[in-house]
């Protein structure tokens, strides 16, 4: 059966392309989708790149296989499809092979495991390759200038009308910060660096909080906290109460109210946690793509980078780090959402009499900077709890450079905008 819609569907597009070639413009077709047809699919789509117009006789003089020519009239005027049915035929041959390709990666998985591999590797190599066929063939990748530009000007319209609502990126939330980064941005990789217990993680939470409360579908990828620990900094951020007090339960009875209330306002969030320890860069890719399957996804936070392992060690610290920013960034754009990553810094920094991290402090930092579209590093005196924090603005592939002051809440682990000082929990 599914031999026959894959000959069906196949036969039904290439009909099309002979006697309608203009219902395919601008819409993706992956020759890889194609068994009897693939020659016949990649001389079409290179003819035409090269600004040609692919029919029966270009084609058969392009393949140079004997007897196309008249294979192609045959199916020009001997299969009947509506150009209007296209779509359905494009989407078959795309799910047909998504589900050959997860079947061959089943059974090299089983294979493999037979023949004594190590399970989790071979979960992994299985998890990334099921990935790589489910997720990257659902947008388009290829544009002609035409069509680029107007995606660009129908982009700069939407952003035009959104300058009333704060910009067409997301918020995160700290007013300063959002009007140097114009908001966060889909398919960008947000880096956030700073210090063992500067408060990289209350960041996160911040911002997801932020966007959640704004109607956002947001997840966070908690690989050093579990779900309650997130809970109660949740709480405490929005009840007032002392991080402290609820972790040890030294509560007063008039608390409780608060704590009810907070739980309230919060319970109905489209707030997502993963929070297994010990995640590869495929575990956090499909953990992403399921929760946009179901219900959507609007942006991730990932808590955070160094914790993450590629699928396959390559024995070397930078390299695997190197290979896990790639991965997040390669997320970004194939969900189309910004992905923030929170990252460790070194204590380098301290040492320095500007105590303010650079980019440089950023842990293996090579391919974190370069794959990093906005990189924002944390900072705020150790020893003084009511000086004001900062966000230094180190790197933003989208305007400028700044830093942002702010303050940090450290009995409710909040970042708050600067005048909002001593403003009761939201």
């Known amino acids: ?39 016949v699919i990649a001389a079409a789509k290179a003819i035409a790149a090269n600004g040609g117009e692919p029919d029966m006789f270009t084609l058969s003089e392009y393949v140079k296989r004997p007897g196309l020519l008249q294979e192609l009239n045959e199916i020009r005027n001997g299969t009947h499809a509506a150009a209007e049915n296209l779509p359905k ?40 390759s099921t990935l790589a066929a489910v997720s990257s063939e659902t947008r388009n990748y290829n544009h002609s200038i035409k069509a680029a530009l107007g995606e660009f000007v129908d982009g700069l319209e939407t952003a035009f009308d959104a300058r009333e609502t704060g ?13 140097v980064l114009g908001g966060m941005h889909s398919s960008d990789l947000v880096v956030v660096g700073a210090r063992p217990g500067v408060g990289k993680t209350a960041f996160g939470l911040s911002v997801l909080l932020s966007l959640a409360k704004a109607g956002k579908r947001v997840g966070i990828i908690s690989t050093e906290m579990a779900a309650r620990q997130l809970m109660l900094r949740v709480t405490s951020a929005n009840s007032g109460i002392a991080g402290s007090a609820l972790r040890d339960a030294n ?19 489209n707030f997502r946690i993963f ?27 990932v808590d955070y980078l160094t914790r993450v392992k590629p699928v396959k060690s390559s024995g070397n610290q930078t390299i695997d780090v190197g290979e896990v920013a790639t991965g997040l960034k390669n997320i970004a754009r194939q969900i ?11 204590r380098s920094s301290t040492k320095r009499a500007d105590k303010r991290p650079t980019m440089a402090d950023l842990r ?26 900062e966000i230094i603005v180190d790197k933003n592939r989208h305007g400028e450079v700044a830093t942002v002051r702010c303050w940090y809440l450290p009995q409710t682990m909040q970042w708050v905008n600067f005048a909002d000082r001593h403003a009761d929990a939201a």
């Open 1 to 39: 059966m599914t031999h026959n819609k894959q000959i069906k569907y196949e036969d039904a597009v290439v009909h099309i392309l002979l006697s309608r070639p203009a219902a395919l413009a601008g819409r993706e077709v992956d020759e890889r989708w194609f068994a009897k047809w693939r020659p």
């Open 89 to 128: 035929y494009l989407d078959g041959l795309r799910s047909l092979h998504q589900a050959t390709h997860v079947q061959q990666t089943l059974s090299a998985a089983l294979e493999e495991l037979q023949s004594g591999a190590d399970l989790e590797a071979v979960l992994g190599q299985m998890m990334q």
């Open 167 to 179: 910009g067409l990126g997301l918020q995160t939330g700290i007013s300063a910060l959002d009007r």
């Open 251 to 269: 509560l007063q009875d008039g608390d409780w109210p608060n704590i009810t209330a907070a739980i309230n306002r919060v319970a109905h969030l």
């Open 275 to 301: 929070d297994k320890p010990n995640v590869t860069i495929a575990d956090v890719a499909l953990q992403a793509k399921a929760w946009a399957i179901d219900g959507g996804l609007d942006f991730v936070v």
């Open 336 to 346: 189309d959402i910004p992905v923030m990553a929170l990252a460790q810094l070194n």
């Open 364 to 389: 293996d930092s090579g391919v974190i900077e370069q794959e990093g579209d906005q990189i924002l590093l944390l900072h705020r005196d150790d020893e003084d709890d009511a000086a004001p924090a």
